[in-house]
T-cell receptor, first 114, second 115 residues
Framework: NAGVTQTPKFQVLKTGQSMTLQCAQD?????MSWYRQDPGMGLRLIHY???????DQGEVPNGYNVSRSTTEDFPLRLLSAAPSQTSVYFC?????????????FGPGTRLTVT | AQTVTQSQPEMSVQEAETVTLSCTYD???????LFWYKQPPSRQMILVIR??????QNATENRFSVNFQKAAKSFSLKISDSQLGDTAMYFC????????????FGKGTRLSVIA
């Protein structure tokens, strides 16, 4: 299993550009989520999904869109990038079977918006 | 809403010594999970240890153990026999025990292990 994969690992955007951060998992996990990590702020939830076709907002959703058309993929779209979106982005997934609640994280994407 | 507080932004410890990282949380839930994640310079998030709130016994994983005080809403991490490879950011996290729910993270503690 590849686990949780994220592409790209690094990205530089200009203000106003749009892009999609990709996230995929091959563990048949129902739950997937996106976090952003900023210095001194820990990880903050952007959006999450409890299954294909179901998404919900987290703590910091503004400026981001998500969709979940398949169990495996959960892309994060930046509609019009702003310098405030410079951050490291993590995707995570988990399967709530029995008592298994561990979330598995991808390697992260470092995004810089100039 | 749940909140997680880590009051120690940075800590250091000598190699082979013991260090304790603090975490407190606020919730009105009765069933929940608590976690400690390690983030080394590679940036990968690694689960260190997990505690179920309904269990009174403190979780242990090799050199890592927790002191879970449910009434005080405290969840500290003790690292024994510290190793250079323990140098990392450590995040305390909370999750409601109600299906697939998000993690709520503290702001992290940067731990440096000194040779």
């Amino acid at each position: 299993n590849a686990g949780v994969t994220q592409t790209p690992k690094f990205q530089v955007l200009k203000t106003g550009q749009s892009m999609t951060l990709q996230c995929a998992q091959d563990m048949n996990h129902e739950y997937m989520s996106w976090y952003r990590q900023d210095p001194g702020m820990g990880l903050r939830l952007i959006h999450y999904s409890v299954g294909a076709g179901i998404t919900d907002q987290g703590e910091v959703p503004n400026g981001y869109n998500v969709s979940r058309s398949t169990t495996e993929d959960f892309p994060l779209r930046l509609l019009s990038a702003a310098p405030s979106q410079t951050s490291v982005y993590f995707c995570a997934s988990s399967w709530a079977g029995l008592a298994v609640y561990e979330q598995y994280f991808g390697p992260g994407t470092r995004l810089t918006v100039t | 809403a749940q909140t997680v507080t880590q009051s120690q932004p940075e800590m250091s410890v000598q190699e082979a010594e013991t260090v304790t990282l603090s975490c407190t949380y606020d919730t009105s839930e009765s069933n929940y999970y608590l976690f400690w994640y390690k983030q080394p310079p590679s940036r990968q998030m690694i689960l260190v240890i997990r505690q179920e709130a309904y269990k009174q016994q403190n979780a242990t994983e090799n050199r890592f153990s927790v002191n879970f005080q449910k009434a005080a809403k405290s969840f500290s991490l003790k690292i024994s026999d510290s190793q250079l490879g323990d140098t990392a950011m450590y995040f305390c996290a909370f999750m409601k025990n109600s299906g697939n729910t998000p993690l709520v993270f503290g702001k992290g503690t940067r731990l440096s292990v000194i040779a």
